[in-house]
């Protein structure tokens, strides 16, 4: 019997097939959120949500700016209006089928800020949890097919 999306638990993602959309189209939701995932038309999808990397880059970016106003919030700093943006370059590695990914992660403050805070906020930009996971492979996967 398939899983409802009322059956899940919070830390619960639901991946489910869209087939009528298009070969790669997938719903992903939570137990109170749901968005579209999907791969682009040059790759035979029908791109109707981002891929995968874009999912694993918009993490990266949300948990980024969420750390980082929480931070601003504790310590009643005004940040301001910014954006996160994330770039990500896929580099073969010689003599494997395999890749390396560098994620860039530029923060963009609308107002100037000081040296020291430029380089506070960096420092705790580096902190969000899910540049923690990535970047020091604190991640296992375990696979399961029932």
């Avoid at 790669?24 to 749901?34: D, E, G, P, W």
């Avoid at 970016?61 to 954006?83: D, H, I, P, S, V």
């Avoid at 899910?130 to 696979?143: E, P």
């Amino acid at each position: 019997m398939m899983i409802q999306q009322s059956d899940l638990k919070k830390k619960e993602i639901l991946i489910t097939s869209v087939n009528d959309v298009g070969p790669f189209a997938f719903s992903v939701k939570t137990a109170n959120h749901s968005i579209m995932a999907d791969e682009p038309k040059d790759i035979g999808g029908s791109d109707s949500g981002m891929n995968p990397f874009d999912l694993l880059a918009a993490s990266l970016g949300t948990c980024t700016a969420m750390t980082l106003q929480f931070y601003a919030k504790r310590k009643n700093l005004e940040l301001g209006q910014f954006q996160v943006k994330i770039s990500i370059i896929h580099t073969p590695i010689q003599g494997t089928n395999e890749n390396s990914h560098i994620f860039t992660c530029d923060i963009i403050f609308e107002e100037a800020k000081t040296p020291e805070l430029i380089q506070k906020f960096k420092e705790i930009a580096e902190k969000c949890p899910v540049h923690k996971a990535i970047s020091h492979n604190k991640i296992s996967i375990l696979t399961n097919v029932i």
